[in-house]
Every structure is written in structure tokens, then in C-alpha cells.
């Protein structure tokens, strides 16, 4: 009895893997967090300039990292950014365009990093 249940702890620690990170919902919510505070940020009115800026999420993508376990997990935030200017004369002026924001989660800081784009080479 005792060598049956010695078998069947030493079978179920062979199938452990060690400590898990952290899931995609995990992840995926943190992220979130990070593309409201980017776009809370992004829309401060500026009264010198009088510019007003909408961003709008367009996506949050997390994608696995295989065999990186410090750094499991790639995220991008797409965002649209719709921004008016209105000149002295009450003209306003608009532009659109669509910003990214690439990341890295990093499981030992537990938080996602900011990842900088290379410069194009010259």
C-alpha cells in the first residue's frame, strides 16, 4: 500500500511543470488598464495649443512568447487619434491618424514595458 502510494505521488510530480505565469486574461486586463491611462493621457486638453484629441481604441492584441519565461507575453494597443484645432477665427481644423504602442510583460516586474521602435536606418 505504502509503495502504491509512493508510485503515484512520484508519477504526479513528473507531470508538474513548474511555477506558471501569468494567463492571458491576467495579461490582457493589465494591458487594458494601460491603453485607458494612455488615453486618458492623450486627451488632456491643451489651452495653449487648443488642440482637443479623441483617441479611440481600436485594438489590444497579446500574443505568447514561447520560451521566454520572464518576458511570456507581447502586447500592442492600436489606437485612433482623432485631433481639432480651432484657429482665432473659430475655424477648426482636423486630422486623423492611427497610433501603436508595442510591449513587452515582463513576469519578475509583473507589469507590462514599453517597447521603442528602432530607429529607420539611414
Known amino acids: 500500500m505504502v509503495l502504491l502510494a509512493a508510485t503515484l505521488a512520484g508519477l504526479a510530480a ?14 490582457t486586463a493589465l494591458l487594458q488598464q494601460e491603453a485607458d491611462t494612455l488615453k486618458r493621457d492623450g486627451e488632456k486638453l491643451d ?6 484629441a479623441t483617441w479611440t481604441v481600436e485594438g489590444i492584441d497579446v ?3 514561447p520560451n ?3 518576458r511570456p507575453w507581447n502586447g ?3 489606437f485612433k487619434i482623432r ?3 480651432r484657429d482665432e477665427q473659430g475655424v ?6 492611427e497610433r501603436h504602442f508595442d510591449y513587452v510583460y ?3 516586474l509583473n507589469r507590462w514595458i514599453f517597447q521603442l521602435q528602432p530607429s529607420p536606418a539611414s
Open 14 to 27: 513528473c507531470g508538474r511543470k513548474g511555477p506558471e505565469g501569468p494567463r492571458r486574461e491576467v495579461v
Open 47 to 52: 489651452p495653449i495649443l487648443r488642440v482637443r
Open 63 to 65: 500574443t505568447e512568447r
Open 68 to 70: 521566454d519565461p520572464d
Open 76 to 78: 500592442s494597443i492600436r
Open 83 to 85: 485631433s481639432e484645432m
Open 92 to 97: 477648426v481644423t482636423a486630422d486623423e491618424f
Open 106 to 108: 515582463t513576469a519578475s
